[in-house]
């Protein structure tokens, strides 16, 4: 019976270390997995910061061509106008100088 107690204890060993090498594997193959899900809660943080850009930049971009369009049209009403008035002025002027050449006619 010793020769059998002796042999269990010596295979016994093998398989202790066996698991002990399992166990490192195992703790290694977590720590290994933990990490990669931190980088991947991470990646998706920095795309959701992305994402939250792009869309500010989105609206930014659309408030900024409304904006456009109205200086745009303010632009044409500010050159138009300035052709009426710069009509109505070449007419006084015109009317002007005919009054001041009729006067000076007349003398």
Same mark, same amino acid.
């Given at each position: 019976? %010793? ?11 093998? &398989? =202790?270390?066996? !698991? +002990? ?6 703790? /290694? /193959?977590?720590?290994?997995? *933990? %990490? &990669? !899900? *931190?980088?991947?809660?991470?990646? @998706? ?8 850009? $792009?869309? &500010? ?11 456009? +369009?109205? %200086?745009? !049209? ?10 009426? =008035? ?6 006084? $002027?015109?009317? =002007?100088?005919?009054?001041? @050449?009729?006067? *000076?006619?007349?003398?």
């Amino acid at each position: 019976m %010793s020769d059998r107690s002796t042999n269990a204890a010596a295979s016994a060993e093998p &398989a =202790i270390a066996d !698991v +002990d090498a399992a166990t490192r594997r195992l703790m /290694a /193959a977590l720590d290994a997995l *933990e %990490s &990669a !899900v *931190e980088r991947r809660r991470e990646a @998706d943080r920095d795309e959701n910061e992305l994402a939250s850009r $792009i869309q &500010a930049l989105g609206a930014d971009r659309s408030r900024l061509a409304d904006e456009l +369009d109205n %200086s745009l !049209v303010k632009t044409r009403k500010l050159e138009r106008t300035n052709r009426e =008035i710069a009509e109505k002025l070449d007419t006084a $002027i015109g009317t =002007i100088r005919a009054v001041l @050449d009729a006067g *000076e006619d007349t003398r």
